[in-house]
């Protein structure tokens, strides 16, 4: 007789400057039934600070103890603060368990969500990464799938005009939001369980990467070591988003993005098709950037992607893509 043996999960927050948002995101996991489960048992869950310049670390360590999570609640105070990547590194390296569960400090976990993630990679052992739906506060899905960014992508992207992403959707980067399980080429990281083989099999994510393009390239990696990625929207967890980047807000606003994230973006077409690749990938960008100026002249109600000085910031790091990123704390 097969003896039931739960899987062993560890869980690990990336936090910077977003106490409030942690410790909110721990009080949704405790309220949800950990660190007790029929499907798996908890190791442990990692705090990871990285380096916060504010009260981050007495705020946690007392909410910790006041909420009596002492025995459950690991928290790491890095001396520096190395990017997202590195944050999670610190965490992945510190649990040893099998599954390990990554989670932005600013999602919500809702009910039987964690459970139905182990219960996924159960089911799928060729399967070595699972991920839920993202969703805002009001149930709204967030597009949290997607197709590998490719340098004609790019193009997609820059142009911004519904008959171009139509005619060549199967190179436009978002997957459809789906209610059945799907198996996207990669996943956001704001929430992903990850089999610890992954890991050993190709390594720790890329600190090369401050933030952003960290999650494709992992991904892409495993993908190219054989493993795959399922998608279970009956999983639910809330991403309030932005917590600790700009990016986003930024984005919607056509503002200038940080330099780091197009340090990311370089560093990863670099990585993954040559310099060739970022050269047809920048160039690209300016053929659709070219198209999204002569909409913006034909039609009024017509708004682009292109945020401010984009055009130029693409080519960060063109010549030395290898250049290590310059932190922003020394911009």
């Given at each position: ?88 590194n610190v965490g992945v390296n510190a649990s040893s368990s099998e599954y390990v569960l990554l989670i932005n400090s600013d999602t919500i976990i809702q009910p ?31 597009e949290s799938c997607f197709r590998f960014q490719r340098p004609f992508t790019e193009f997609i992207k820059s142009a911004a005009t519904g008959l171009i992403s ?166």
């Amino acid at each position: 007789m097969e003896v039931f043996r739960a899987s062993r999960l560890s869980l690990v927050i990336v936090n910077y400057c977003t106490p409030q948002l942690s410790g909110d995101c721990l009080f949704s996991i405790f309220e949800n039934g950990l660190p007790t489960s029929p499907t798996y048992s908890l190791d442990e869950i990692i705090v990871v600070d990285n380096n916060s310049r504010d009260d981050s670390i007495g705020y946690l360590t007392e909410l910790i103890s006041e909420n009596n999570w002492v025995d459950s609640v690991s928290l790491i105070a890095n001396d520096r603060n190395d990017g997202f990547s590195s944050g999670n590194n610190v965490g992945v390296n510190a649990s040893s368990s099998e599954y390990v569960l990554l989670i932005n400090s600013d999602t919500i976990i809702q009910p039987g969500a964690i459970q139905k993630l182990v219960e996924t990679l159960d089911d799928n052992p060729a399967m070595g990464m699972a991920s839920p739906c993202l969703e805002w506060p009001d149930g709204t899905p967030q597009e949290s799938c997607f197709r590998f960014q490719r340098p004609f992508t790019e193009f997609i992207k820059s142009a911004a005009t519904g008959l171009i992403s139509k005619f060549f959707y199967r190179y436009d980067v978002p997957f459809s939001v789906s209610v059945e399980v799907s198996y996207p080429e990669w996943t956001s990281f704001a929430c992903v369980l990850i089999r610890r083989k992954v890991f050993e099999d190709i390594g720790l994510l890329d600190e090369g990467f401050f933030m952003y393009f960290e999650d494709v390239d992992f991904c892409k990696r495993a993908s190219e070591a054989g493993w795959k990625i399922i998608h279970n929207p009956a999983a639910h967890v809330v991403h309030l988003r932005g917590g600790s980047s700009p990016v986003k807000s930024q984005a919607a606003k056509r503002k200038r993005l940080p330099r780091y994230f197009y340090e990311s973006r370089t560093r990863y077409y670099l990585k993954h098709f040559g310099h060739s690749g970022l050269f047809a990938a920048n160039i690209f960008w300016q053929f659709g950037w070219l198209v999204a100026i002569v909409r913006k002249f034909v039609s009024r109600g017509y708004k682009s992607n292109i945020c401010e000085k984009q055009w130029r910031d693409i080519w960060t790091n063109f010549f030395n893509p290898v250049a290590p990123y310059i932190h922003p704390d020394n911009i």
